[in-house]
């Protein structure tokens, strides 16, 4: 008998959320991570006494009857030092120098918006009534009805950029209410399900996690172990075992050591997962050239920012700054110019009213990097270190315009790229929300946990939605092909 019923590749926030609800049934699971530290995109790191977050930086949905409070009671992630953002201003939208308020509340949402629209006052309630019903939906979404069903397939397959296009007239409102969008990437192709899912999750309640998002990797990988499963660090997968009716009898790990399981689950990029089957031949060809063709969505560079005690004061929103004034062009952006910045500001973690920590976002195109490919952190040249420099120069002038005396502030800066990711995460191109999924393409682009191999499954943020929420809504879909998904509606009730 193998000593696992279940490995897990990779121990992102799928991985270890699929390890928990697995070892909650009983089931031995054992969860390998290639790299030195879990968590993927939650990975934080220190320097000199600071902590700095390398992906996640603010999640939606999380006062009590929404779908991640839901989702995080059951994952015992809620005790966490949660940190609720601005009601009335969560997210600020500066476009050309003219700042946009975010509030919290559909209608509360709507009526702040209308005051600087006075004129789009009537559409911005067709849009908000539409964030509405996609949040109402979502909680349905473990047990839909038929028509929740056909509801969520009829807003995957609408283009969200028309939606607004046909639904807001002003061409300055469509961006405004797409600028809180670097959380995803505005592609012509994206899905309007997505696009109002992400923002109708916001709008209901945003929160930031005091400490870093290291946490919840962490808080996971306990209750894994107290259930008697195994999280293993520096473990990567380098190929998959066949059996001879053509299933997975076990992964190798850094090219020596096998794991026995009767079920697998990756959790690493489903491209990636593919190239890791190639030498088993348990997938035909056509299969894994179809996943590996796929498109990614954008990566991103960021650079956090070590500031100098009681220098910058703590701000309980986001600020999301534009230079362009058609947001919905940034996928395309390979002038890596910073026209569009996300600063998160890191909630303070010495009782100050200042935060010793900011973090600028703003995408980067693979090509933008991809040069460098193969080259190991740390040791990738000057031109590599000269480019990130520059960046970091570009998204510290464009904060400055918001953040008074920020370059008097400044104590050190650290810097990561697409490449870093790719690198990290084992992310195809450094995306950072993986597999572009494209309103036209459905049936290729929105991935099931199921694969041509029987007892391999696939979980994580390329499949059906990406983020936070809907990592942690795909580890129920994903487990739930191995428990029933009845058994875990009526686990998830039980919170
Ligand atoms: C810059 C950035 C900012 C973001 N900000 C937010 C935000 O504010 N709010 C939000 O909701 N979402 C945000 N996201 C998205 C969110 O962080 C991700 O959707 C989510 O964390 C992805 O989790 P995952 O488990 O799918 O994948 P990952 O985090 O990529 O985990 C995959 C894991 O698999 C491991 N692995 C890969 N190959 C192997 C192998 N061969 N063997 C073993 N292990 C392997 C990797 O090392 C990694 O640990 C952000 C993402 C990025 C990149």
Not at 211 to 228: D, F, H, P, V
Request: charged residues 20%; proline residues 3%.
């Amino acid at each position: 008998m193998p000593k696992f019923d279940t490995v897990i590749i990779g121990a992102g926030l799928g991985g270890l959320e699929c390890g928990l609800i697995l070892a909650k049934h009983g089931k031995r699971v054992c969860v390998v991570e290639k790299d030195a530290l879990i968590g993927g995109s939650l990975q934080t790191f220190r320097r000199k006494g600071l902590t700095f977050d390398t992906g996640f930086h603010y999640v939606g949905g999380l006062d009590e009857g929404q779908m991640l409070h839901t989702l995080f009671a059951y994952f015992g992630l809620m005790d966490l030092p949660w940190v609720k953002m601005d009601t009335d201003f969560f997210d600020e939208v500066i476009i050309d120098g003219k700042s946009y308020k975010f509030a919290n509340g559909y209608d509360h949402f709507c009526e702040t918006l209308s005051e600087a629209f006075p004129d789009q006052k009537e559409n911005l309630r067709t849009y908000t009534n539409l964030l509405r019903e996609v949040g109402q939906n979502t909680i349905n979404s473990f047990a839909p009805k038929d028509a929740d069903v056909v509801y969520t397939q009829s807003l995957f397959a609408q283009s969200a950029y028309e939606y607004l296009c046909k639904t807001i007239s002003n061409p300055l409102l469509r961006n405004v209410l797409s600028g809180t969008s670097l959380k995803m990437e505005l592609n012509p192709a994206l899905p309007l399900y997505t696009f109002a899912q992400i923002n109708s999750s916001f709008i209901q309640s945003a929160y930031r996690l005091r400490g870093g998002g290291m946490q919840i990797a962490e808080a996971l990988r306990k209750q894994i172990e107290a259930l008697g499963g195994e999280v293993r660090r520096n473990a990567e997968v380098t190929d998959f075992v066949a059996t001879e009716d053509g299933k997975i009898a076990s992964v190798v790990i850094n090219g020596s050591e096998s794991i026995d399981a009767d079920m697998f689950i990756s959790d690493v990029h489903p491209a990636t997962t593919m190239k890791l089957l190639h030498n088993s031949h348990l997938v035909r060809k056509i299969y894994s050239k179809r996943i590996e063709s796929l498109d990614n969505t954008f990566g991103i560079f960021t650079v956090n920012i070590a500031l100098k005690p009681n220098m910058v004061k703590y701000l309980n929103r986001n600020i999301y700054a534009y230079r362009n004034e058609d947001i919905w062009q940034l996928h395309d952006n390979s002038k890596n110019d910073a026209s569009a910045i996300l600063i998160s500001f890191a909630p303070p973690t010495d009782g100050t009213e200042y935060t010793r920590n900011i973090d600028i976002l703003t995408p980067m195109r693979w090509e933008t990097v991809s040069q460098w490919y193969g080259t190991k952190i740390g040791k990738r040249g000057e031109d590599y270190e000269k480019l990130k420099l520059e960046m970091a120069k570009l998204c510290i002038a464009e904060a400055s315009k918001y953040i008074d005396k920020l370059d008097e502030a400044i104590e050190n800066i650290y810097c990561s790229t697409p490449l870093t990711y790719a690198d990290y995460t084992a992310t195809e191109h450094g995306s950072a929300y993986g597999i572009r999924k494209d309103y036209n393409k459905l049936m290729f682009t929105l991935l099931t946990p199921r694969t041509p191999v029987a007892n391999l499954l696939l979980t994580g943020q390329s499949l059906n939605l990406h983020g936070i929420l809907g990592v942690s809504m795909t580890s129920i879909f994903t487990c739930a092909e191995i428990l029933g998904m009845q058994t875990l509606v009526d686990d998830i009730k039980r919170q």
